[in-house]
């Protein structure tokens, strides 16, 4: 509260003792002890005041923590539920998908695009040039007149 050294409560006492005189001065000092201990039953009823204050504002916190924790707690079930139901729907369609892949893999016949047969297509057209080249010549052939 005050910082006052032994210093300075002997100033105030002689002070105090030469304004006063030495007839006042008890009666003065009791009157001033009477306040200090006013004052400090004030302070003590006003600290405890706070302190019950702090008390009841700390349940009402955790009160609302507990109400909000409910409350998040049945939306995180909610969320995780429907994450998971979005979850297996995917799976599924994937799934479906890919089945679906390999049924048109299997029933549709190969194409000239296809990996497998592009090796056969090359020979056969490679062939099929040098028989068509060979007619050719063989009709072009000049006649020799002998």
């Not at 105090?16 to 009666?27: N, S």
């Not at 507990?66 to 369609?93: P, R």
């Not at 990996?115 to 052939?141: F, M, P, R, T, Y």
Request: overall charge negative; proline content about 3%.
């Amino acid at each position: 509260m005050l910082d006052l050294g032994t210093q300075e409560l002997i100033v105030i006492f002689i002070v105090a003792f030469l304004v006063f005189g030495p007839k006042k001065m008890p009666e003065l000092a009791r009157t001033l002890g009477k306040g200090l201990k006013q004052l400090k039953t004030a302070m003590r009823g006003i600290t405890e005041s706070l302190e019950e204050a702090g008390a009841d504002i700390k349940e009402e916190v955790a009160d609302i923590k507990e109400e909000v924790n409910e409350a998040t707690g049945g939306l995180q079930d909610s969320i995780y539920k429907s994450i998971e139901s979005n979850i297996d729907e995917i799976n599924k369609a994937t799934e479906n998908i890919s089945e679906s892949k390999k049924v048109k893999e299997d029933d549709t016949p190969r194409l000239f695009g296809d990996s497998e047969d592009e090796d056969k297509q090359q020979q056969e057209n490679i062939s099929v040039g040098a028989e068509e080249e060979s007619a050719k010549e063989n009709k072009k052939e000049p006649k020799t007149d002998g």
